[in-house]
């Protein structure tokens, strides 16, 4: 998966992924801290899950807790909070 489909996926189907077209369109170029400073923190949380980067998965657990108050200091919990997992197995995206 391209990482705006990634990002922007709001549930499965089979082995297809269900992909907001319009969030994707108009936030695809934003980054992780802007999608969080926006307020799209499963988006955000998404964006930095799918860079695989240590550095900026801490960036955004350190500002999600500053902004909400949600401490966590695994991306394991927010996994959970969000219901984001990986996409393995999934070979097409469906936009709506």
């Known amino acids: 998966m391209r990482r705006e489909e990634f990002v ?3 549930g499965y189907q089979g082995d297809a992924a269900i992909v907001d077209r319009t969030a ?4 695809a170029q ?3 801290m ?5 307020g799209l923190y499963r988006a955000a949380f998404c964006s930095a899950l799918y860079a695989a980067n ?8 350190q500002a999600f807790s500053d902004k ?3 401490k966590s200091d695994t991306a394991d919990d927010l ?3 969000f219901g984001v997992y990986p996409t393995e ?3 097409k995206t469906l936009l709506i």
């Open 8 to 10: 922007f996926t709001i």
């Open 24 to 27: 994707m369109k108009k936030y």
């Open 30 to 32: 934003l980054g992780t």
């Open 34 to 38: 802007e999608l969080l400073e926006l």
């Open 54 to 61: 240590d550095d900026e998965m801490a960036g955004f657990l």
């Open 68 to 70: 909400t108050g949600i």
């Open 79 to 81: 996994k959970r909070l």
């Open 89 to 91: 197995g999934v070979n």
